[in-house]
Structures are given as structure tokens and as C-alpha cells.
């Protein structure tokens, strides 16, 4: 089976614009969760999709957002880009949610100027 | 506050030799414990995944033990090799759903020819 896919891998913005990045799951996975990872943070969850249903959410802004697709694709939007939302963002996938066991993609480097 | 600690912070060893990661926890109620590691440019992938009944997981030359009473796990990589240079990042689950995952900040590992 392919692997988690993400694009784009690398993004350069600007301050105030958005910008939609794309993940693609594990063939038959309907969970898909979304992290920022920066230097000094580490990992934070932003949110999880299960079945085109947000399920769970964690402590970012609402310029977070995001959606899920019949086909359990996954795309993420940051509205009003701030300096600080320079990170890696990855997403995971897993078949259970929950408590199972979740495969990471590559992550999309943004970098916002 | 659910907190997770993991130290050294960075750490070089010589390759074939071994090195034990620590991760201290403070998160309450437990559920399970991964270990997960991470190339540069690249997302988290799985090592062990444990929950509270269990003391001792291996994958390979990793080995994850896990004393539920003090809070504390290990990874102990065994003779070392270049490919074993990465990020671990130690995470524990307070219960179902992802939005419960604590991350640590990981352990950073050189391994020197």
C-alpha cells in the first residue's frame, strides 16, 4: 500500500495570506489528524477528520481549519498567516482512530515571511 | 499539568555502540506510551506502542520499557548504526483520541561513524 502522501512539500508565504495544504491517507484509513511541529513546541494536535466529521479538535485559533472528502483526503487552511505559523505540518492516518496506531506523512514545511 | 520529558536533548555516540533514551511522564490517567522516530524532513514513524500492563516492548535492536508506578519509559538501542541518527520522540495518551496525545520534545541522536 502506498504511504501517506502530502503536498506540497515545501510552501514559502507571506504574512496575512492563506494557504491550504493537502493530505492524502493510507488506502482504507478514514482517520486523518493534523500537527504542527515546530523547534521550541514539538508536536501539537490541530485536529482530527473521521469519516468527512471533524472528531476531535485542539487549542488553535479558528484560523485553523480543515475538512475531509468522501475519499478521506484531508486539506488543512490557514486564513491570516502569521509569522509564528512557520512549522512543519503533518498529517496521519489511521484505519481505527482513537487509540490505534497512526502513519505519519512527510509533512509540508511552511514557511511564512 | 500532563507533561512529558525526555532527555538528553541531544546526545552523539559512536556507531556499534548502545544508548538508553528516558522519557518522564506526568500525564494522568495513563493509557499507553509510544516511541516513535523521525529523519530530518521527514514524519514520525512507530517504534513501540505500550499500555500500562506492559513493561517491555522491542522492535529490532529498540527496546522500550515502560515502570507505570514511577512515571518513567526508556528506549535502549542496541548496537548502533548511522541510520539510527534521528529525532525520538517519546508519547503518551491519556485515553482514546488523538487530541490526547502529550508529546515530548524528543531526544536528538547522532550516530558518528
Known amino acids: 500500500k502506498a504511504g501517506v502522501t502530502q503536498t506540497p512539500r515545501y510552501l514559502i508565504k507571506t504574512r496575512g495570506q492563506q494557504v491550504t495544504l493537502s493530505c492524502s491517507p493510507i488506502s482504507g484509513h478514514r482517520s486523518v489528524s493534523w500537527y504542527q511541529q515546530t523547534p521550541g513546541q514539538g508536536l501539537q494536535f490541530l485536529f482530527e477528520?473521521?469519516?468527512?466529521?471533524?472528531?476531535n479538535k485542539g487549542n488553535f485559533p479558528g484560523r485553523f481549519s480543515g475538512r475531509q472528502f468522501s475519499n478521506s483526503r484531508s486539506e488543512m487552511n490557514v486564513s491570516t498567516l502569521e509569522l509564528g505559523d512557520s512549522a512543519l505540518y503533518l498529517c496521519a492516518s489511521s484505519d481505527t482512530g482513537g487509540v490505534g496506531e497512526q502513519f505519519f506523512g512527510p509533512g509540508t514545511r511552511l514557511t511564512v515571511l | 499539568k500532563n507533561q512529558v520529558e525526555q532527555s538528553p536533548q541531544s546526545l552523539i555516540i559512536l556507531e556499534g555502540k548502545n544508548c538508553t533514551l528516558q522519557c518522564n511522564y506526568t500525564v494522568s490517567p495513563f493509557s499507553n506510551l509510544r516511541w516513535y522516530k523521525q529523519d530530518t524532513g521527514r514524519g514520525p514513524v512507530s517504534l513501540t506502542i505500550m499500555t500500562f500492563s506492559e513493561n517491555t516492548k522491542s522492535n529490532g535492536r529498540y527496546t522500550a520499557t515502560l515502570d507505570a508506578d514511577t512515571k518513567q519509559s526508556s528506549l535502549h538501542i542496541t548496537a548502533s548504526q548511522l541510520s539510527d541518527s534521528a529525532s525520538y520522540i517519546c508519547v503518551v495518551s491519556l485515553g482514546t483520541g488523538f487530541q490526547k496525545l502529550v508529546f515530548g520534545t524528543g531526544t536528538r541522536l547522532l550516530v558518528s561513524p
Open positions: 477528520y473521521f469519516s468527512e466529521t471533524q472528531r
